[in-house]
C-alpha cells in the first residue's frame, strides 16, 4: 500500500489557487524529488502535507497510511511519522535543542503508547545521532536554531530527523543556501537514513542535491502542476536546458 | 482635606489598633509621620497622572481586620529554602517560633526591627524613614502609620554573608482579610555582600502594603529577589527605595505572581561613582489581574550603569503597566542605562501600559530604552507542533520560554527551580482554565 497518496489535490492561500490538481502517490522506501522554478507551488505543496492551517484545500485528496491526512492536526501528522524539514527553521529563543527534541520524542511515544524515554537513553541517542550530520555538540544545549549558522540550521533539521525516525520525511529546499561541503553532509546524514520502510520527498530547486541523494522518482512542478515526472535523467535535463522547456510544452499543447 | 479624612475613615480602626501596640519609641515616632502624612494625602485616585492606571477599587471603603497581635504558627515548608536564614512575619508580626535565623557572624544583625531598634542599633536610627517617600506617597504613608515591625538587617563592613537570608510575609492569616504593613531595612556596609530572598505570600483577600529601605555602602554587593505570590483577591501595593554608593552593586530579581491588583513602586539612586544596579522582573496577569510597576533609576553620579529588563505575560482581561523612568542628572556624566520592557499577550482582552521616559540633563550619556507589546510568534508555534508537541504544549513551552529569560537570573537554585515549577503550572492553569486535562 502506497503511504502517501496525493488525489487531484487544489490547494489556495488567501483565494489565489496555487496546487492546480497534483495527483502522486508515494511507496514505502522510495525517494522523490519534487523539482520546479520560484512560484511554481512547491514549498505550498510541503506545507499543506505537514498542516500549516492558512492553506485551504479546496479540492482532492491526501491520503497517509491509510488515513485522511486532512483530519489531522499538524501535531498529529508529526506523531503519525510525518516530518517536515523547514526551508527556513525557526530559533526558539530559551529552549534548548535537547529539551525541545526530547519534548517532540516523548509526544511521538506517547502517541505510540509507549514510555517516555529516559534521560541516560535520550542522551545516548542524541550523541548517537548528531554524528549522522556531524553537528557539534555545544549545538545541543544552546537554544533550537539561536545564533546557528545557516548550515548548522540545515544540519540541525536532519538531526531532527534522525532522531525522531519518521515514516516520511519532506525536506522543503534544505540544500538552499548549503555551501559544497554543508551539503555533502546533509546528503550524507539523508543517505544513511534511508530505509525500505521510510520515504522522502525532496523539495528543490536546483538538481545539485539529487547527485548526492539519488531519487527512484523525479516530478517537475510548474505553475501548480506536475508537468512530467521522470527518473533522475529528468533532473540531469532539467539541469542543461533548465525549465522554460517544459513551461511552454502545455500552452503549446493548448492551442494545438 | 475632608476628602482625606474619609479615606482615612475606612483604615481608622486598624490605625487606631496599631496605635495603641507598644513600639519602641523610633517606630512610634515613625507611625505619628505617617499617620498624619496619610491624614492629608488620603487613598490616591485615578486623577492623579501616577495612579491614572491604578483601580482601587477594591479596597476603597473596605474594612480590613487588624493583624493579631501574636503571630499564629503557619507551616511555612513550602517556601523554606534550604540553606536560608529565615525570617517569618505573618499579617507583618514578627513570628519568632517558625523563624529559623541561625547562630550568626560577629556583627551581623538579622532579626526583627523590634529588636533593632530597642537595641539601640545607630543603624536603625540613622536609615529607618529616610528612603521611604512618607510625605508624597499614600501607601508609604500607610505602611508607615501602621508599622508594627519588620525585618532588619545589617551587614557590616567586608563582611561576605554565604547563607542567603530569606524574608516570608504571610499576610490574610487564618483566610482573614487583614491589613499589614510589612516593613524591611537593609543596610549593607562598604564592602559587604549578602543575597536576600523576599516572598510575600497569603490565602485571602488581604491588603498588604509592605515598604523597604535598602542603603548601600561602597563597593558592596547586594542580590535582592522579590517574590509576590499573594491570594488572586488580595491587593499589594509596595514601595521600595533604595541608595547606592559608590562602586555598589544591586541586582534584583522582581517575580510578580499573584494579586487581584499588584502595584510596585521602586525608586533607585545611584549616589556614588560606578554604582551598578540591575533591575530585572516578570509579572504574571490572568483573569482580571493588574500588576503594575512604577520604577524610577536616577543616575545621580557619573560613570553609572543601569540595566532593566521587565517582561510581562498577560491573558484573560488582565492589565499590567509599566512606568519606567530614568533620569539623569546634570552632573552624571558617562551614564550607561539601559531599560527594556517586553510583554506577551495571550488573549485578545489583555491590556498593557508601557511607559518608559528618559529626563537626561547631562551631555555624555548612552541610554537606552524600548519597550514591546506583541503575542507568541506563530511559526514558532507551527514549528513545535510539527515536530509532534501538542497545541498547548507549543505555547506553555515558548510561553515559559520567555518567562525564563527572567527566571534564569534568580540566583538560588532551589527557588530558581521552584518558581519554574510555580510559573509552569500558572500557564499550564492559563491555556487549561478548566482543568479538562
Redesign the interface.
Known amino acids: 500500500m502506497a503511504l502517501l497518496e496525493l488525489t487531484n489535490l487544489h490547494v489556495s492561500v488567501d483565494g489565489n489557487e496555487i496546487l492546480k490538481g497534483i495527483d502522486l502517490t508515494v511507496n514505502p522506501g522510495e525517494v522523490h524529488a519534487i523539482m520546479g522554478p520560484n512560484g511554481s507551488g512547491k514549498s505550498t505543496l510541503a506545507s499543506v502535507l ?3 492551517e492558512e492553506y485551504e484545500v479546496t479540492a482532492g485528496e491526501i491520503h497517509y497510511a491509510g488515513q485522511d491526512l486532512l483530519e489531522l ?3 498529529i ?3 503519525e511519522g510525518l ?2 524539514a ?1 526551508q527556513y ?7 534548548s535543542n535537547t529539551y ?2 526530547r ?3 516523548n ?2 511515544r506517547s ?1 505510540r503508547g509507549e514510555e517516555e524515554i529516559d534521560a541516560m537513553d535520550f542522551l545516548a541517542l542524541v550523541r548517537e545521532k548528531v554524528k549522522v550530520v556531524k553537528l557539534d555538540e555545544s549545538l545541543l544545549k544552546r ?1 533550537v536554531n539561536e545564533g546557528f549558522s545557516g548550515g548548522e540550521k540545515k544540519r540541525n533539521e536532519i538531526f ?1 530527523l534522525a532522531v ?1 525516525e519518521p515514516r516520511l520525511a519532506i525536506l522543503d529546499e534544505t540544500d538552499s543556501g548549503l555551501d559544497i561541503d554543508a551539503l555533502k553532509i546533509v546528503a550524507d546524514g539523508v543517505n544513511s537514513l534511508r530505509d525500505p520502510e521510510r520515504s522522502f520527498v525532496l523539495i528543490t530547486h536546483y538538481q545539485r542535491l539529487l547527485n548526492y541523494i539519488v531519487p527512484d522518482f523525479v516530478h517537475v512542478l510548474i505553475d501548480g502542476r506536475i508537468v512530467r515526472s521522470g527518473d533522475r535523467e529528468l533532473a540531469l535535463q532539467l539541469e542543461d536546458q533548465g525549465y522554460e522547456w517544459l513551461e511552454v510544452e502545455p500552452a503549446q499543447a493548448a492551442s494545438a | 482635606m475632608t476628602q482625606a479624612s474619609t479615606d482615612t475613615g475606612a483604615f481608622a480602626s486598624a490605625l487606631d489598633a496599631v496605635a495603641g501596640l507598644p513600639a519602641p519609641e523610633l517606630l512610634q515616632d515613625l507611625r505619628t509621620r505617617g499617620r498624619e502624612s496619610f491624614a492629608t494625602l488620603g487613598l490616591p485616585n485615578r486623577r492623579q497622572e501616577d495612579w491614572r492606571f491604578t483601580g482601587l477599587k477594591g479596597i476603597e471603603g473596605e474594612v480590613f481586620a487588624s493583624p493579631a497581635a501574636v503571630a499564629p504558627r503557619i507551616d511555612v515548608t513550602p517556601w523554606r529554602v534550604s540553606n536560608a536564614r529565615l525570617l517569618v512575619f505573618v499579617d507583618g508580626i514578627f513570628a519568632p517560633d517558625i523563624s529559623e535565623i541561625g547562630d550568626l557572624p560577629d556583627g551581623v544583625v538579622v532579626s526583627n526591627l523590634v529588636l533593632g531598634a530597642t537595641s539601640g542599633s545607630e543603624a536603625v536610627a540613622q536609615h529607618l524613614g529616610s528612603l521611604a517617600p512618607l510625605e508624597e506617597h499614600p501607601f508609604a504613608a500607610l505602611n508607615s502609620a501602621l508599622i508594627a515591625d519588620g525585618a532588619f538587617i545589617h551587614v557590616p563592613a567586608g563582611m561576605e554573608l554565604d547563607r542567603p537570608i530569606q524574608l516570608v510575609f504571610i499576610s490574610g492569616s487564618g483566610g482573614r482579610a487583614t491589613l499589614s504593613a510589612p516593613r524591611i531595612l537593609i543596610v549593607a556596609e562598604n564592602g559587604s555582600r549578602a543575597t536576600v530572598l523576599e516572598q510575600h505570600v497569603g490565602d485571602s483577600a488581604s491588603l498588604s502594603c509592605p515598604v523597604s529601605e535598602i542603603v548601600i555602602g561602597e563597593g558592596a554587593v547586594l542580590n535582592h529577589l522579590i517574590v509576590q505570590e499573594e491570594n488572586l483577591s488580595a491587593h499589594h501595593l509596595a514601595v521600595r527605595e533604595m541608595k547606592l554608593a559608590a562602586d555598589s552593586r544591586y541586582s534584583a530579581q522582581s517575580i510578580s505572581l499573584g494579586g487581584a491588583l499588584a502595584r510596585t513602586d521602586i525608586g533607585v539612586v545611584l549616589d556614588g561613582e560606578r554604582a551598578e544596579a540591575s533591575l530585572d522582573g516578570l509579572y504574571l496577569g490572568d483573569g482580571s489581574q493588574q500588576a503594575n510597576t512604577h520604577l524610577t533609576v536616577r543616575h545621580a553620579s557619573p560613570n553609572c550603569n543601569s540595566h532593566q529588563l521587565y517582561k510581562g505575560i498577560l491573558a484573560g482581561r488582565a492589565k499590567a503597566v509599566f512606568n519606567g523612568r530614568i533620569i539623569v542628572d546634570q552632573d552624571a556624566q558617562k551614564t550607561d542605562a539601559k531599560q527594556s520592557n517586553r510583554n506577551l499577550l495571550l488573549s485578545d482582552d489583555a491590556v498593557v501600559n508601557s511607559n518608559p521616559q528618559l529626563e537626561i540633563f547631562a551631555d555624555d550619556v548612552r541610554c537606552t530604552h524600548g519597550s514591546t507589546v506583541g503575542q507568541l510568534d506563530e511559526e514558532a508555534v507551527f514549528y513545535l507542533r510539527s515536530r509532534g508537541i501538542g497545541h498547548d504544549e507549543a505555547i506553555q513551552l515558548l510561553t515559559l520560554a520567555f518567562a525564563g529569560e527572567i527566571l534564569e537570573r534568580v540566583p538560588v537554585i532551589e527557588l530558581r527551580d521552584r518558581l519554574e515549577r510555580v510559573v509552569a503550572a500558572r500557564l499550564a492553569a492559563i491555556a487549561d482554565p478548566e482543568g479538562k486535562k
Open positions: 505537514a498542516g500549516r492536526d499538524a501535531e501528522r508529526a506523531r516530518f517536515l523547514f527553521p525557526v530559533e526558539i529563543p530559551g529552549v525541545f527534541l519534548a517532540a520524542l509526544a511521538i502517541h537554544p531532527h525522531l
